[in-house]
C-alpha cells in the first residue's frame, strides 16, 4: 500500500498528561508534522477520548475504537493500551484495512502475535511494532563498530541490567498491578529484556543456543499508594547464557527493581583489538534511555567517551519521544517508498519466538551429593 499524502495517525490508548501514549507518540508525531498529523483517539470510554482530544487539541473521529478504525481520514492506527488488549484491538484495525503501529510485544503470546502477522499479510497492509531501540543511533553505532572489524574479533559480549517494574514496590497495583502477572504478556522478559534483545541481535546476529534461568524471588511486592503486600508470580530475576550464530558466547543477567549505586544497564563488548563499555540510566529499558558509549583499544589504559554521530532531521531531543519517533520517520518512508525498513510483524514473531526461548530453556544440571561445599574451621 503507497500513501503520498500526510498520513493521518488514530491513537487508541492516549491520555492527557500521562501514559506512554501522551509522553511518546504525541511528541514524536508532532516532530514528524510534514509527514503525519493525529486525526483521532479512541479510549475505552468515549469521554475519556474527548478529554485527550481536548487536551490535546486534536479533531477528527474521537471515541470509539470502530468508528476510529472505520475512519477514511486514519492510515495508520497506534495500539499503546496496555499488551493484554494488543490482540483483539489491532486485530479490528486489520480488519479494516489499516496499517498499525502497535507497542512490543505485539501479543500476549507467540500465538497471539503470529496470528496478527499472518492477518496483516492478508490485508496487505503495514504493521510495524514498537521495537524502538533497534533505530536508535547509538545501536546504529555499535552495529558498524561490530561488522566494520574495528575491535578484531568479538570474543565474547555481557549484559547486566535493571528492570524497574519488576523490583520490591510497584506505583499501585491499579496501575502496575498487571505487570506482576506473566500471563499478562508483559514481563521482565518480554519488556526490557526483549527491547534489549531486539537491538543485540541486530549488532550480533541470530542466536544459535542459549540456557536460562528464570525465577521469581520476592513472590510479593509492595503497593506504594496502599502499603498492602502484591502477590507477583511474574519473575524478578532472569539470566541466560548461549551463543551468536558467529560463535560469540554472550550472557544477560536483569534483575527486577531500581540499581543500586550503579547503572541500570552495564554492557560490555570484548574485543581482540579493542573492548566496548555500554551504560545507561536510570534503568535497563534501553528503549527509554540514552546510551553512553565508551571504547578502549589495546593500547589505551582507561575507556574514553565516544561521540555517536548526530542524524538529522526533526527527531526530539528526548530519548523516549525520539527513539518512538525514529520508528514513524522508518514508517513513513515504507507507506510511501514500498520499503521495509520499520520493523514489521514478521519481525516480532521472530523476537517472540527469543522470548520464549528464554522462558523455556531452562534445563538445569542438578550436583551430586559429592560436590557439597565444606565450610572450613
Known amino acids: 500500500m503507497t500513501v503520498q499524502k500526510k498520513l493521518g495517525v488514530g491513537i487508541i490508548g492516549l ?13 514524536a508525531l508532532r516532530a514528524l508534522s510534514n509527514d503525519f498529523q493525529i486525526v483521532g483517539v479512541a479510549n475505552r470510554s468515549a469521554e475519556s477520548a474527548r478529554r485527550a482530544a481536548s487536551y490535546y487539541d486534536i479533531e477528527g473521529t474521537v471515541g470509539d475504537v470502530d468508528d476510529l478504525v472505520a475512519s477514511s481520514d486514519v492510515d495508520i492506527v497506534t495500539v499503546t493500551v496496555r499488551v493484554p488488549g494488543h490482540f483483539s484491538l489491532v486485530k479490528r484495525a486489520l480488519e479494516a484495512g489499516k496499517n498499525v503501529y502497535c507497542e512490543w510485544p505485539l501479543g500476549r503470546s507467540r500465538a497471539e502475535a503470529e496470528e496478527l502477522a499472518g492477518l496483516a499479510r492478508d490485508r496487505g497492509v503495514l504493521g510495524v511494532i514498537g521495537t ?3 533505530v536508535t543511533p547509538a545501536v546504529v553505532y555499535l552495529r558498524n563498530l561490530v561488522s566494520s572489524g574495528q575491535l578484531g574479533t568479538v570474543l565474547s559480549t555481557t549484559i547486566r541490567g535493571w528492570g524497574r517494574g519488576w523490583g520490591a514496590a510497584i506505583e499501585s497495583a491499579a496501575s502496575e498491578g498487571y505487570l506482576l502477572d506473566p500471563d499478562n504478556g508483559a514481563t521482565l522478559v518480554t519488556i526490557p529484556i526483549g527491547h534489549t534483545m531486539s537491538a543485540v541481535r541486530d549488532i550480533f546476529g541470530d542466536i544459535a543456543d542459549l540456557s536460562s534461568l528464570v525465577d521469581s524471588r520476592r513472590g510479593v511486592v509492595r503497593d506504594s499508594a496502599t502499603g498492602e503486600a502484591v502477590p507477583m508470580s511474574a519473575p524478578d530475576e532472569v539470566a541466560f547464557i548461549g551463543h551468536f550464530a558467529s560463535g560469540v558466547p554472550f550472557s544477560v543477567h536483569y534483575r527486577g527493581g531500581v540499581p543500586r549505586d550503579e547503572p541500570g544497564l552495564s554492557w560490555d563488548i570484548q574485543g581482540t583489538e579493542a573492548d566496548v563499555r555500554v551504560t545507561a540510566e536510570p534503568s535497563g529499558h534501553v528503549q527509554m534511555v540514552p546510551l553512553h558509549i565508551q571504547l578502549r583499544t589495546g593500547r589505551e589504559e582507561r575507556f574514553r567517551d565516544v561521540a555517536v554521530p548526530e542524524e538529522p ?8 519521544a525520539g527513539n518512538v519517533a525514529r520508528l ?10 514500498g520499503t521495509s525498513n520499520a520493523p514489521t510483524f514478521d519481525d516480532a514473531v521472530a523476537l517472540h519466538h527469543v522470548v520464549d526461548a528464554i522462558v523455556g530453556s531452562t534445563t538445569l544440571t542438578r550436583l551430586p551429593a559429592a560436590a557439597a561445599n565444606r565450610l572450613l574451621p
Open 132 to 134: 524502538q531501540a533497534r
Open 15 to 27: 491520555q492527557p498528561e500521562h501514559g506512554w501514549a501522551a509522553r511518546a507518540h504525541v511528541p
Open 328 to 337: 514513524y520517520a522508518r514508517m513513513a518512508g515504507d507507506l510511501r517508498a
Open 313 to 320: 532531521g526533526a527527531i526530539p531531543d528526548d530519548a523516549i
